[in-house]
């Protein structure tokens, strides 16, 4: 099915260690989006790519590095993760604003000890 | 901080209209409401979203008040699997969307 494919879908990591999680949309979407969301919360927005080519930070970027590979791929980079990155972390992808809304993938479930 | 209010959680009987009310009283000219649901630990789910008319698709309806500081959300008829997380938020620009906590909306037998 079309839509935002992430990975991995779970990750356990130690103090220091570093990853990259992974994004893809099949939509021909524009910008592209990585949200974290802590238990009981709402989603923060980390980073966004408005189009190919940029990058903006969010909410909240500490501790975080972004890449848009290129108009499907946009990943997100932990470079030392810290026991406080430990969310869920959402990519979604969206066309213009107010064209639609967005589409998220199913999450990828990180615990940093 | 969240630009919209939510009620945190409501009931509604399987089979009857849910009715999720959601204030944006700062709303600006060209912003759009948008409604997600998120359910379980899933993605955010899309649903609908309005400038200024009422909207309507197959999963829902979307009411505006005409000053446009306030809208519901209309799911028909319930089943269990509309329970779920609700989001209103407001949306127009890229960084300026914001997620707060939302209606938890239990949908009972």
């Known amino acids: 099915n079309a839509g935002v494919t992430q990975t991995p879908k779970f990750q356990v990591l130690k103090t220091g260690q570093s990853m990259t999680l992974q994004c893809a949309q099949d939509m021909n979407h524009n910008s592209m989006y990585w949200y974290r969301q802590d238990p009981g919360m709402g989603l923060r927005l980390i980073y966004y790519?408005?189009?190919?080519?940029?990058?903006d930070k969010g909410e909240v970027p500490n501790g975080y590095n972004v890449s848009r590979l290129n108009k499907r791929e946009f990943s997100l980079r932990l470079e030392s993760a810290a026991p406080s990155q430990t969310s869920v972390y959402f990519c979604?992808?969206?066309?213009?604003?107010?064209?639609?809304?967005?589409?998220f993938g199913s999450g990828t479930r990180l615990t940093v000890v | 901080d969240a630009k919209t209010t939510q009620p945190t959680s409501m009931d509604c009987a399987e089979g009857r209209a849910a009715n999720l009310p959601c204030n944006h009283s700062t709303i600006s000219g060209n912003e759009y409401v948008y409604w997600y649901r998120q359910i379980h630990s899933q993605g955010p789910q899309y649903i609908i979203h309005g400038l200024k008319n009422n909207e309507t698709n197959e999963m829902a309806s979307l009411i505006i008040t005409e000053d446009r500081k306030s809208s519901t959300l209309i799911l028909p008829h319930a089943t269990l699997r509309d329970t779920a997380v609700y989001y209103c938020?407001?949306?127009?620009?890229?960084?300026?969307?914001?997620f707060g906590p939302g209606t938890s909306l239990s949908v009972i037998p």
């Open positions: 938020i407001e949306e127009t620009s890229y960084d300026k969307v914001i």
């Open positions: 979604a992808s969206s066309e213009l604003v107010g064209k639609g809304g967005y589409t």
């Open positions: 790519s408005a189009s190919e080519g940029t990058t």
